[in-house]
């Protein structure tokens, strides 16, 4: 790979992303070829074998329909009944034709003719035997012995015909089911096979694109780490690497400018040492004037904890929160006697509520009674209905009065179910509210140990308060001295800023070597932020807090450090919370 030397980094892109369309534009067209050889199978799946079932029970539940609109004809004594069922057997019979009709587009073979000529002939035998049953039936108002001749024909010649067209139709049923069986299992096959043409195609893609990847990322990675491992090199401070590479792409380029760079930087440092050395003597001078600073905070610190130590003295004047406090206690104490009457009141509210929920279970016991007694009422107007029908035309009275009687028991059930289904609903709500009504009687409970706890914290409130009313007396006079402490600090910094500008000085001169390199953001924070560093290096450090006292925490208290141990702690110091006071001075 060679070649990829002398070929300018774009350009290698520009092949990559050309390769990896190439392999796209591929795997998109045999996805689109192998996408339409299932859709072919889907289509005929949804134009085909969907419909064809969907006809076949359509022209079952027309056969279905007539069967039981035949058996209703000859059992009803109405006239206007009968014509509304002769209208309705014609509807299923038009059904069944207009479904054996729409079924011939979707004749999938000659053995599904076969079926649906079947069929066909069955329905055309079971209607003609069925018309003989309605006209029979229709003559039985004037001619009893049709009526008998019309059940004959019903369970004689019309079921034998209904079940044998019945028989076709399933069968014909089943036969679809197997041709849309060998279409599920065809459409599996092809995608089968277009799951493994499309594997192997994308496996294909996959190496080719892995092997130009590699290529392609090595030829342009390799030269990247040498110039960084050169980078890290002289971040580390060693300034003897170089570089060099015989690459004529914008990678080569740059690292040739790295070796260029540096050398320049190291020609900088050189100079850089000799700043640095200046420095140190203007560091040394801040450093000592820090030293007498840090004596004044020391003081500072002593009356800081005299002025911890007055807070003792408070309570004298947070009398007016212990009586706050006591009358609190007082109100929490009643609360906590009122807090149990309630929970009395609550008791009383459950024993009711028991003896409602036993009311309502009574009453869904009589409403049980009820539907019993409506029922045995309800078989017995049955067997009167039974009785009349076999009496002839001499019980057709006493059989519209059975007929009555059965309908008033079916609704005084129907009520009975109502009414103990409203009853089980407020029983189980009557429960329900119970056991929130004991909740909140626990909850009531807990409130009013609650209220006794917090009548205990008020008393310790009380006490607290008391305890801290000393010492305030001497804040404003710890306030004067920490004053007075301060002016002193202020004449001790105006020494350190003298310094401080022959330092400023010698940075100024150090960021005239280095002011070579251009870095966006940061060449010209460089002279404040190294000004800043050097008089944060020479703040004291602090030292550890005196240990506290039981009753109180003792204030921490900064002792002044060593010279050279304060200049030993840039990192820290940089970021001190002072550094604009310093300034300011």
Not at 364 to 374: C, E, L, M
Not at 393 to 404: K, P
Not at 415 to 421: F, L, P, Q, R
Not at 566 to 585: C, I, Q
Request: net charge negative; hydrophobic share 45%; aromatic share 4%.
């Amino acid at each position: 790979m060679d070649f990829l030397k002398n070929m300018r980094v774009g350009v290698r892109l520009g092949v990559a992303f050309a390769v990896v369309l190439g392999l796209m534009l591929a795997m998109a067209v045999t996805g689109a070829m192998l996408a339409s050889s299932i859709n072919d199978y889907t289509e005929y799946y949804a134009t085909d074998v969907v419909p064809s079932l969907r006809t076949i029970r359509e022209v079952e539940s027309a056969v279905s329909d007539a069967r039981r609109l035949e058996q209703q004809h000859i059992l009803t004594d109405d006239d206007k009944e009968k014509k509304s069922l002769v209208t309705r057997i014609s509807d299923a019979r038009k059904a069944f034709d207009k479904g054996v009709k729409d079924y011939e587009p979707l004749l999938s073979d000659d053995k599904d003719r076969a079926f649906l000529k079947k069929v066909t002939e069955g329905g055309a035998a079971y209607f003609a035997v069925e018309a003989k049953v309605i006209k029979a039936s229709e003559d039985s108002a004037a001619d009893p012995t049709q009526g008998t001749a019309a059940r004959d024909m019903t369970f004689g010649p019309a079921r034998e015909a209904y079940r044998a067209l019945r028989d076709d139709i399933k069968a014909w049923w089943t036969y679809n089911e197997q041709v849309a069986a060998a279409a599920t299992q065809a459409a599996h096959a092809a995608y089968r096979r277009v799951l493994v043409t499309f594997a192997g195609a994308s496996l294909v893609a996959l190496v080719i694109g892995v092997a130009a990847a590699i290529a392609i990322t090595r030829s342009i990675t390799r030269p990247v780490q040498s110039a960084a491992e050169a980078v890290r090199a002289v971040a580390r401070g060693d300034l003897t690497q170089r570089l060099h590479s015989d690459a004529r792409d914008e990678l080569g380029q740059l690292v040739n400018m790295l070796d260029e760079m540096t050398q320049n930087l190291a020609r900088m440092v050189a100079g850089v040492r000799q700043g640095c050395e200046q420095l140190t003597v203007a560091a040394a001078e801040i450093a000592q004037g820090n030293a007498d600073l840090s004596a004044r905070t020391e003081s500072q610190a002593s009356s800081l904890e005299e002025t911890a130590a007055s807070v003792e003295q408070m309570a004298a004047q947070i009398k007016a929160n212990a009586d706050n406090a006591r009358q609190a206690d007082q109100l929490a104490s009643r609360a906590s006697e009122v807090a149990g009457a309630g929970g009395a009141a609550v008791g009383e509210v459950v024993t009711t509520m028991d003896a409602i929920s036993a009311s309502s279970r009574k009453i869904g016991d009589i409403i049980g009674t009820i539907d019993g007694i409506a029922f045995q009422t309800n078989i017995l107007a049955l067997n009167a209905a039974v009785e009349a029908a076999r009496a002839g035309e001499q019980g057709r009275g006493f059989a519209v009065v059975a007929g009555e009687v059965r309908l008033l028991a079916q609704r005084s059930a129907e009520a009975a179910k109502e009414i103990k289904s409203l009853i089980g609903d407020s029983v189980s709500k009557v429960e329900s509210g119970s056991s929130q009504v004991l909740s909140a009687r626990e909850t009531i409970g807990q409130m009013v140990n609650e209220v006794r706890r917090v009548t205990d914290l008020v008393g310790e409130i009380t006490v607290s308060s008391r305890e801290q009313s000393e010492g305030v007396g001497q804040i404003n006079l710890a306030v004067t001295q920490l004053d007075q402490a301060t002016q002193q600090n202020a004449a001790l910094v105006e020494q350190t800023a003298a310094a401080a500008e022959s330092m400023r000085m010698q940075t100024a001169k150090l960021v005239e070597a280095v002011s070579a390199f251009r870095v966006a953001g940061v060449a010209a924070a460089a002279p404040r932020a190294a000004a800043r560093a050097g008089v944060g290096r020479s703040r004291p450090a602090p030292a550890l807090a005196p240990t506290p006292s039981p009753a109180r925490p003792g204030p921490v208290r900064p002792v002044a450090g060593p010279v050279a141990e304060a200049a030993d702690l840039p990192s820290r110091t940089k970021t001190a919370p002072h550094d604009d006071a310093w300034e300011s001075f």
